[in-house]
């Protein structure tokens, strides 16, 4: 209990500070610090959505790039055709139109991969999920119209109703507003019953199928929920920075994700929130100081994966303790 | 009357090792059912033949008159056969109670539910307190389930067992690593499981299972070599020299 409390208040905190602050930087006129805070708020649902899959399940996906990808170009592509024409069936601006499509793909994409993904386990797993990222990552890389690997340029941010995203402010609070939801979400179906499952087939898959659960089906399910999510926040991202190229969603980006969620905490609702922001602050922190701010990070990484080497290996090993049947 | 479970011609080897070796056995209604045998016998093996996680190479597993052989092993359960681990598997990063929740949640027709808080459901709640009780484990109830020792750790899977509310139970050496006292305790507590339940038991302790058993089946090499009551197997020249060890 105590333990508890202590943990919704750092939940409370954190927060908190991340609905007062980034005002108050714009106000006091230093808007970049605004626009660090809504890039972080942004990778923190797409870590939220990976720690529902990777914290509580157990699933140790390094392809979640890809869903961040998708999210971004199911705004730029019907921006893309609203602006130059052709392709008339989706080309819009309209934002619910955009994030319709972008968690609708994406949850279809992952509904597909993770029928052949979840039939495998541990490191398997990794690497599966990882192909079929870099398999999206090619596509877009070879599809010239909307720019190969150089790249799209939104011209138009997503449009929906009362709201601006070309206000700063507006898009910020949108991405926050959003993550809570993601947080509230996550929290949510992990206590359910659908979580007890979720969380026991972690723990012991054999042990939850001959208690009578299906467990592919409620794991497929958490994949589903998380990947979907994920593509929400690659919309987001894509109005963020109005520029989305297939390295988005290169599987550097799907490591970092997964860094966050580790370093910060898998299996909690704050954990993945406060690995976004070191994540965001040390990446700002090292590429000021040097372009080649990859390696100490690099560095930095690894070394955080050997310290909590128990913690990354408990993950997968938790996935991967039980033979198939 | 018609057998609750009916194990015809059933073949399972690995490589070159016949661990289920042409087995046929019956288990009657509310019958305590043992199964001993040497290690590496194959006893495990049959188990997990009959809870569906292994598949045999030959033969039928008939449950109320229905062959179950090609059935998922998620969705026996539901047909009323639960199991205990030989080797503890619990789910240790989880309270004593969400192990036997989870048990009881498993009998609704799904679990895809993700709205209400699943501590918050009493009646699943009480179904597990009461198994909980029923093994002398309510104390324990909230507390982390790595935190128990090994006893209580055996106790706990009969708890989970119970709570599935199967009405055939395949218990997989409940009492392995007990001490006197605990072996004892647990003896009494597969007694009271005895009148309301179907038990398949597999256990290493002869004293335990010539106490308890309604009948006995030995395995050796993967066959059964003797069928009978306790005196029968007792007193069985086969039986004697295969593993009983005595001349
Ligand atoms: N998954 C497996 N792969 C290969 N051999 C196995 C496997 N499981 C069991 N065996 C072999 O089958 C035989 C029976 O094992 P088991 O059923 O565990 O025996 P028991 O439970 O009676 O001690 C042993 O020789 C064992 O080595
Ligand atoms: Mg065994």
Redesign the pocket.
Known sequence: MGTMSRKSLVTLFVLAALAILPPIFLWAGNAFYLDLATRLVILAIAAVSLNLILGYGGMASFGHAAFIGIGAYAVGIPAYHNTYGEFDLVASYNGMFQIFLAVGITAVFALITGVICLRTKGVYFIMITMAFAQMVFFMFVSLEVYGGDDGLVIDTRSEFPLINLDNPLHLYFLSFGSLVAAMLIVRTITRSQFGMVLQGSMGNDERLVSLGYNTFAYKLTAYVISGAMCGYAGALLGNFTTFISPEMMGWTRSGELMFMVILGGAGSTIGPVIGSALFVLVEELFSSYTIYWHLPFGIMLLAVVLFLRRGLLGVISGSGKN?GH | MQPLLKISGLM????G????DDVNLEVKKQELHAII????????????QLCGT?KPDAGTIEFEGRNITTIPAYKRAGLGITRSF?ITSLLLAMPVLNNVALAVQARDSHSFRFIRAAHKISRIRDAALAALEQVGLQNRASDNTATLSHGEHRQLEIAVALASNAQLMLL??PMAGLGPNESEKMIELLRELKGTHTILL?EHDMDAVFALADRISV?VY?KIIATGTPDEIRSNDAVRHAYLGEE
């Not at chain 2, 399972?12 to 490589?15: L, P």
């Not at chain 2, 090792?17 to 289920?20: D, G, H, R």
């Open positions: 033979e | 399972k080897s690995f490589g090792v016949n661990a289920t045998g040497p290690n590496g016998a194959g006893k495990t093996t049959l188990i997990s292994l030989q997989d050496e597999i395995l993967g």
